[in-house]
């Protein structure tokens, strides 16, 4: 069955750098496109990036762009976010998700906190 675990966050400062990862098996990994999103406390889920399959184009919400990079390593069926200059704004659970066989499938989350 689908499943995606993510990992790698926590507490950082303002203006620190995280990279988060998801490693993904079921599925065939490299043929989807693979999203980043994020719910901070009482708002909604938010889309943060996109990753295509090959040829590969990427995506990010305008609140990140410039600041965060979603990559993608095919061999290892992971799907990373690396986040830069990070604000207290991008405090949230990041959630990694795809979309199989017209099924959204999400991991646990992991809990990032930019707080000095």
């Known amino acids: 069955q689908v499943q995606l675990v993510e990992s790698g966050g926590g507490l950082v400062q303002p203006g620190g750098s995280l990279r988060l990862s998801c490693a993904a098996s079921?599925?065939?990994?490299?043929?989807?496109?693979m999203k980043w999103y994020r719910q901070a406390p009482g708002k909604e889920r938010e889309l943060v990036a996109t990753i295509t399959r090959a040829p590969v184009s990427t995506n990010y919400a305008n609140s990140v762009k410039d600041r965060f990079t979603i990559s993608r390593d095919n061999a290892k069926n992971t799907v990373y976010l690396q986040m830069n200059s990070l604000k207290p704004e991008d405090t949230a659970v990041y959630y990694c998700n795809c979309r199989v066989a017209g099924y959204d499938y999400w991991g646990q989350g992991t809990q990032v906190t930019v707080s000095s």
């Open positions: 079921g599925f065939a990994f490299p043929l989807y496109a």
